[in-house]
């Protein structure tokens, strides 16, 4: 082994001998010092990978060392942050408001689509990062800690001061107050999860509600969405249903495909290949029409004016940015 000392580096050689009891195993044998001193003992207690203690001592206490790997405790995890690093308080935060103005949105808003939303792959919401904090997409201001104004820890939580660095943030300060779990904080409570707090200039606090890993669930609509690879296959269960539309115009489509007017459906393979929206074929005896299906949050291409965060239908001949009206919305 080698360790550091006042009178610089120093090498040393052992063998362990190990007696094990139910707590640990534990070796205690002679080492020798790369000077060829031969009075140190060296005693290991292994308790397990993260959790070792070795004792160097050769009776004199002045000359005894300790080295120990353990765990650091979960709030010995949190104090990075006074090193600048706000990792264990990284999130994003929204409202109830605000989720359903997304949901509303058929998971777009933003010109984002629903993977992106589903993966987290969009910077819409305010955010605590490693390195700072983004206030979300109505501002688009970006804060950052100072390294010559490190946060600091009062009363076990920590207080951040944050500087704008880029014209969304409009050269303003912040404050963030960020709460262990357990720490009783700003507001006298004390709670099993990390909290943050914004501080406002005139002291009041302002509590930021962490969104949760799949939020986007909760919001989703209870419809079933059209399975297109099914219905290009020819399953039409997606389908099965009675559909309306704004004209006031029914549609019920069956489990064979056939309609309540006497109109059959036909499967088209790779539909959403050889056109802009996905579609099945409609046969009214002699003539005949394409029965679009739009996914929930698949938008028309050519323009859309309905409600993306529902499966829809709309039935045509030609291509086109239809009235929100035309649009069949399942009952």
């Known amino acids: 082994m080698a360790y550091s000392t006042l009178d610089g580096d120093v090498s040393a050689i052992f063998e362990t001998k190990w007696e094990k009891s139910d707590e640990m195993s534990k070796s205690e ?7 060829g001193y031969l009075g140190f003992t060296i005693i290991v207690e292994y308790k397990s990978k993260t959790d070792i203690k070795i004792t160097m001592t050769d009776g004199n206490p002045s000359h005894q060392m300790v080295f120990t790997k353990k765990e650091p405790s979960e709030l010995e995890n949190y104090d990075l942050v006074l090193q600048g690093d706000l990792t264990p308080f990284e999130g994003h935060f929204s409202t109830d408001a605000f989720n ?24 819409v919401f305010p955010t605590i990062k490693k390195d700072g904090y983004w206030n979300g997409i109505l501002s688009h201001g970006n804060f950052a800690i100072s390294p010559s104004n490190l946060p600091t820890k009062k009363d076990g939580y920590y207080v951040v001061h944050l500087y ?9 300060e912040m404050t963030l107050l960020l709460v262990p779990p357990k720490i009783k904080g700003p507001d006298g409570i004390v709670s099993q999860e990390r909290r943050a707090f914004m501080e406002g200039v005139d002291g009041s606090l302002n509590l930021l509600e962490y969104l949760e890993k799949d939020w986007w669930k909760a919001y989703q609509t209870q419809e079933k969405d059209l399975d297109i690879e099914a219905i290009n296959n020819g399953d039409f269960s997606s389908l099965v249903g009675t559909w309306k ?38 046969s009214y005896g002699y003539t005949g029409a394409a029965l679009g299906l739009y996914k929930i949050g698949f938008k028309n291409p050519d323009g859309d004016q309905s409600d993306t965060s529902r499966p829809r239908l ?18």
């Not at 709309?314 to 009952?331: K, L, V």
């Open 29 to 35: 044998t002679p080492m020798t010092k790369s000077d």
């Open 100 to 123: 359903r103005i997304v949901a509303d949105s058929g998971f777009t808003y933003g010109g984002y689509t629903p993977d992106d939303y589903f993966n987290d792959r969009t910077t």
């Open 164 to 172: 704008g660095t880029n014209t969304g943030a409009n050269n303003a």
């Open 245 to 282: 539309n704004g004209k006031g115009n029914t549609l019920v489509i069956y489990e064979d495909g056939s309609l309540n007017d006497d109109a059959q459906l036909y499967a088209v393979q790779n539909s959403g290949e050889i056109s802009k929206v996905p579609y099945a074929s409609i």
């Open 314 to 331: 709309i039935i045509s001949q030609q291509g086109g940015n239809y009235s929100a009206d035309s649009y069949y919305y399942s009952e």
